[in-house]
């Protein structure tokens, strides 16, 4: 796709117009990518929501590929009604536009931090709705790999959307792999499952079980089943599955819970078992039938929508191998290597040698290791804010 001139400033700011269809609006939240802001379809009057990412960013950050799975993956999901869309995807010299479906409700995590801990028959909702969501990924050969709080969204009507498709996976990634599962370490601390920690290599849809685990224990309880200041700590938690349910849960719940956050993947339920768990069915979802009239009005949908027009989202969806290259512009070269931090070592170890080059230099800087302990916090949140992407 040919990238065209920018019709923005640098910086994009409320008020102006993209691409002569969206009006701006106020700026929603920002990432290590970019930014997300409200706005407005022109001639629909509908609010979207605008990712802007900055190209510069991405290519020195190694970030491209990930940028590109995730257009590809969400293009492969459109329509479902507890999935966040993508309308379209728009490129300028300098910068991409996802335009999305607006999820007014905000994060579930603003829920959670506003109000605590949910009633069960809330959290039931919400989780069947995540369930449904991960359930059609999953039929899909697509895992999430970073589901939390923060990446579920509510639109008005208070239905959960899953959202940021940046660290997914796709099954063809194991095709090369000998034993046929992923092996890249990524995911957010308190909700990685104990397999990624393992550094054996882990089924996609084990990890995501494990995640919506956690998250129904947030939901419940409102504080993390797993959760320590010193972060290897907490790893060897997860490890173990060392965690302890409230007196006030259901047994009905207590057993799911425990089958949820069950430290081995072979004997963890599957998602096909959730669905007919009786906890799980109380909400009214019946096995099966949710999840094929999901498929229906998607394949609906889709006919709908190829019988009227193609923007240039859909165009890049039927390039071969989902080929975005071309978004990136001529500056980008048109190939991309991965970048990511790699390392053999164990994380203990990792985090470790961050400890003493940052104890290093303290020492170098005064001349004492007086404040270590501050240090060794900012070498965790290094470790932290780099994504926790580890590939061995």
Known sequence: MEPVSDPLPAEPSSGKILFGK??????????????????????????????????????????????????????????????????????????????????????????????????????????CHLISAVRYCHSLGIFHRDLKPENLLLD??????????????????????????????????????????????????????????????????????????????????????????????????????????????????????????PWFVKGGYVDGADFEEDRREMKLKSKMKSESFMNAFDIISFSSGFDLSGLFGDSCGGFYEERRLVSSADPEEIVEEVEEIAMGRRRGWRGGRRGSSTWRWWARMVIYWLGWEYTG
């Open 22 to 127: 969206y009006s701006l609006g106020k700026l929603l939240g920002r990432g290590a990518s970019g930014k997300v802001y409200q706005a407005k379809n022109i001639s629909t009057n509908q609010t979207v929501a605008v990712k802007c990412i900055d190209k510069s960013k991405i290519m020195k950050s190694g970030h491209v590929t990930q940028i590109e799975r995730e257009i590809s993956i969400m293009g492969r999901l459109q329509h479902h009604r507890n999935i966040v869309n993508i309308l379209e995807v728009l490129a300028t010299k300098t910068k991409i536009y996802f335009v999305m479906e607006f999820a007014k409700g905000g994060e579930l995590f603003n829920l959670i931090e506003k109000h605590g801990r949910l009633t069960e028959n809330l959290s039931r909702r919400f989780f």
């Open 156 to 277: 008005g009507n208070g239905v959960l959307k899953v959202s940021d498709f940046g660290l997914s996976a796709v099954a063809e990634q194991t095709r090369n792999n000998n034993d046929g599962l992923l092996h890249t370490m990524c995911g957010t601390p308190a909700y990685v499952a104990p397999e990624i920690l393992g550094k054996k290599g882990y089924g996609g849809a084990k990890v995501d079980v494990w995640s919506c685990g956690v998250i129904l224990f947030v939901l419940n309880t409102g504080y993390l089943p797993f959760n320590d200041t010193n972060i290897m700590a907490m790893y060897r938690k997860i490890y173990r599955a060392q965690f302890r349910i409230p007196r006030w849960i259901s047994p009905d719940l207590q057993r799911l819970l425990r089958r949820l956050l069950d430290p081995n993947p072979k004997t963890r339920i599957t998602i096909d078992e959730i669905v007919r768990d």
